[in-house]
C-alpha cells in the first residue's frame, strides 16, 4: 500500500519527532495535538533543533526549509485524519485514552488507512477492537531521539494482516529506519526488555547500597560501551514514562516484580521526572548540565515510605 500522508498524534518529544522524521523523508506530514500551546511549543523545538543540525553540518538548510513546508500542525484531529494513509498514535501511555482515540480515528481516517500505536507497553491488541479494522492496527515503536535513532519495531498482533506489517516495514525504510519485526506480541517488545533489565538492575545496586547513579552509568558507559547510563537515559526519556509502563505491566501480570521501584515511585510522586523538570536521578540547569544529586535524596526518604 503507498502512504503519502502521515499523521501523528500528540505532539510531545516522540510526536514531533516522529512527525519531522516523516517530513524529512519526502512524505506529507501533520502532527496534531488537543492544545494549540503544545503545537506552538513543539514547531518551536523543531526548528531549534532542526537549526543546530544545519549549523553541524549535518543536514542543509534547503532540506530542512523544505521539510517544514511538508509538515502541518493542527488541532482539527478529524480534518487531519481525513487523508491520512498511516496514523501513528503518541499520545500518553493510558489504555482508556488511546482506545478512545483510535475509536475517533477509525471513524474519521479512510478504510485504507493503517492506525499504528508508538506504544512500547500497550501492545495494538488491546486497542484494535476499538476500531473496525483490527487488521489494520499494529505497534510501530520508535526510539527516542526519533530523529537520531535507527530502530523501528514493528509488532504484529493476532488480527494485524500481513500488508499492514510490510507497508509498516516499506514505511521505516523510506523513513530511513532499520525496521526490526516482531511476529507476535509481548510486553516491552525487544529492545526495551533488554533496557529494562538493565535499568532494573541498575536500581537495585542503587537502592542497596552498592554503587551511586554516577557510578552505576559510568560503568556501563566505560565498560559495556552503552552511549548514555540507564539512569541518565531514565532522566533523558522521562522517568514517568517508566513508571507508567511498570504500572500497566504489574496490572496485567500481578507480579511484584514488575512494580516500579520505591525510588521511582517517589520521584515521580514527587514530580522529579528527569530533564523536562530540572531534577530527576539527576538535577538540570537550563543550559541542560547535569549535576549528581547527593544519594540521601534519592535513597534515604524512600526508604522511610
Known sequence: MSVNHVLVVGAGAMGSQIGMVCALAGLTATITDIAEPSLARTHADLRSRLARDVDKGRRTASDVETAFGRLSFTTDLTAAAATADYVIEAAVEKLDIKRTLFAELDNAAPPHAILATNSSSIVSSRIADATGRPD?????????????????????????????????????????????????????????????????????????????????????????????????????TGIDIGYLT????????????????????????????????????????????????????????VSEQ
Open 136 to 236: 489494520r492496527v499494529c505497534n510501530l515503536h520508535f526510539f527516542n531521539p526519533a530523529l537520531v535513532m535507527k530502530c523501528v519495531e514493528i509488532v504484529r498482533g493476532p488480527d494485524t494482516s500481513d500488508v499492514t506489517v510490510a507497508t509498516s516495514v516499506a514505511l521505516a525504510d523510506r523513513l530511513g529506519k532499520v525496521p526490526v519485526v516482531l511476529q507476535r506480541e509481548i510486553p516491552g517488545f525487544v529492545a526495551n526488555r533488554i533496557l529494562g533489565a538493565v535499568r532494573d538492575e541498575a536500581i537495585f545496586l542503587l537502592e542497596n547500597g552498592v554503587a551511586s547513579v554516577t557510578d552505576i552509568d559510568t560503568a556501563c558507559r566505560t565498560a559495556l560501551g552503552y552511549p548514555m547510563g540507564p539512569f541518565e537515559l531514565m532522566d533523558l
Open 246 to 301: 511498570k504500572q500497566d505491566r504489574f496490572a496485567q501480570s500481578g507480579d511484584p516484580r514488575d512494580r516500579p521501584s520505591r525510588s521511582v515511585t517517589a520521584l515521580v510522586e514527587r514530580g522529579e521526572l528527569g530533564r523536562k523538570t530540572g531534577k530527576g536521578w539527576y538535577t538540570y540547569d537550563h543550559a541542560g548540565t547535569r549535576t549528581p544529586r547527593p544519594a540521601t535524596e534519592l535513597i534515604t526518604e
